[in-house]
């Protein structure tokens, strides 16, 4: 019933920025927060950052990404967005937006209910 669809990853050299979009269609649960983790290849899903409709985190930014990273959303066009500062290649991962299942959904995984099929962001050294 929803549709997320993540789109800006790509190849970047250490210290440049990556603006990541997701957008939502279909049963959107609009009012529920949004969220993005990271995966990288034999690594765990990395929870990155959420937002509520209201726009307010809501959990902190992991220490990984803490100062670089800027979550935002635009509810009227269905859309969240990643802003990358900074970039590392310890940030080199599959990127995913996913739908909370309340309103306030935060760093744990299984607190979504929708997944987009990921965007590759690979930093190079």
């Known amino acids: 019933q929803v549709q997320l669809v993540e789109s800006g990853g790509g190849l970047v050299q250490t210290g440049g920025s990556l603006r990541l979009s997701c957008a939502a269609s279909?049963?959107?649960?609009?009012?529920?927060?949004m969220g993005w983790f990271r995966q990288a290849p034999g690594k765990e899903r990395e929870f990155v950052a959420a937002?509520?409709?209201?726009?307010?985190?809501?959990?902190p930014y992991p220490n990984s990404v803490k100062g670089r990273f800027t979550i935002s959303r635009d509810n009227a066009k269905n859309m969240v967005y990643l802003q990358m500062n900074s970039l590392k290649p310890e940030d080199t991962a599959v990127y995913y937006c996913?739908?909370?299942?309340?309103?306030?959904?935060?760093?744990?995984?299984?607190?979504?209910?929708?997944w987009g099929q990921g965007t590759q962001v690979t930093v190079s050294s």
């Open positions: 996913a739908v909370g299942a309340t309103l306030y959904s935060g760093s744990d995984y299984n607190d979504y209910i929708a």
């Open positions: 279909g049963r959107t649960f609009s009012r529920n927060a």
């Open positions: 937002v509520s409709w209201s726009g307010v985190r809501t959990s």
